[in-house]
């Protein structure tokens, strides 16, 4: 018996970024230290297309390295649309499942 098994792409999301030239921005609120949505990160100009709905999306952190990986989490194995809104420079990318990166 032959078995064909085709696995779903995997990166970390360090190595997404570079591959198609995202900035992650990570920004803190006036938040107490420790406060679990102290710090938000996603990419700029990227949207999250859900059917034919595009929504923001941004991953919650009580350090900037948490909400980096929360971020991942939310965007993993969703189309990421970049520059939505733009006529010639609009992107549609398929996010690999994303895992967290080793320390």
Wanted: glycine share 6%; net charge positive.
């Amino acid at each position: 018996m032959k078995i064909t098994i085709e696995a779903i792409p995997v990166s970390n999301i360090a190595k997404f970024a570079k591959q198609y030239g995202f900035e992650l921005q990570v920004n803190e609120r006036k938040r107490a230290i420790g406060a679990p949505d102290r710090y938000y990160a996603y990419f700029n100009r990227a949207k999250i297309k859900n059917g034919g709905i595009l929504s923001s999306e941004y991953g919650n952190g009580s350090t900037p390295e948490e909400a980096i990986d929360n971020y991942a989490r939310r965007i993993e194995m969703k189309t990421l649309v970049v520059n939505a809104y733009s006529d010639t420079e609009r992107k549609e990318i398929e996010v690999p499942r994303l895992f967290k990166k080793k320390s």
